[in-house]
């Protein structure tokens, strides 16, 4: 069960890379200063639950197994990057089945190209995944999880989702899965 609890701290971890990579010192100079608020004509959107984003059952759909649960996975805020991450663990019969990360860098610069090229940068192996309109990219890590990100704009935020999975999860098994969650996201 250990190999499986590393799914949600992985997503935070590589989310948390993400931006810290693909900051350019252009994009750092540009940054708001940690004193300065940006003046902001609409309330800011508040961001949806992960666990909301994607059913249990569309993931027991992906990996063929009955009785997927969700339950909140660890939050976790970069002061590096200023992501704020928040995590949505799937189980089956007692184990992680895979996990949902959504990280928003409010009040931060980013293009979504910038985000995946970023991640192609730093993981090995990171593949182009076709059909996400800002970009999405999947690879296999190391620590033997699969993870399939897209990266998106919204409500003018950056935001990147991923879902990190056992390495025998294919990217067309992922698909469905971050296409639901970066809907909504």
């Known amino acids: 069960m250990s190999d499986m609890r590393a799914y949600p701290v992985a997503l935070l971890i590589s989310a ?3 931006l810290a990579a693909c900051s350019s010192g252009d994009q750092q100079a540009s940054a708001p200063k940690p004193h300065t608020k940006a003046p902001s004509s609409a309330p800011a959107k508040k ?3 992960t666990c909301s ?3 249990p059952d569309q993931v027991g759909k992906a990996i063929s197994k009955a009785g997927v649960t969700s339950k909140p996975g660890p939050k976790e ?3 590096t990057n200023g992501g704020k991450a928040t995590s949505c663990e799937f189980v089956v ?3 992680t089945a895979g996990a949902l990360a959504v990280t928003r860098y409010e009040g931060r610069q980013a293009k979504p190209a910038d985000m995946v090229a970023a991640i192609k940068k730093a993981k090995p192996g990171a ?3 076709p059909g996400f309109p800002d970009g999405a990219v999947y690879y296999v890590d190391q620590q033997k999880s699969a993870t399939l990100a897209a990266a998106k704009i919204s409500g003018g935020v950056p935001v990147l989702v991923n879902y990190t999975g056992p390495a025998k999860m294919t990217q067309e098994m992922m698909v469905p899965l971050v296409h639901t969650a970066v809907t909504g996201a």
């Open 53 to 55: 984003l994607l059913p």
């Open 47 to 49: 961001a949806p639950e």
């Open 16 to 18: 948390a890379a993400l």
């Open 93 to 95: 019969e007692g184990k």
């Open 77 to 79: 805020e970069n002061a």
């Open 127 to 129: 593949v182009d995944v």
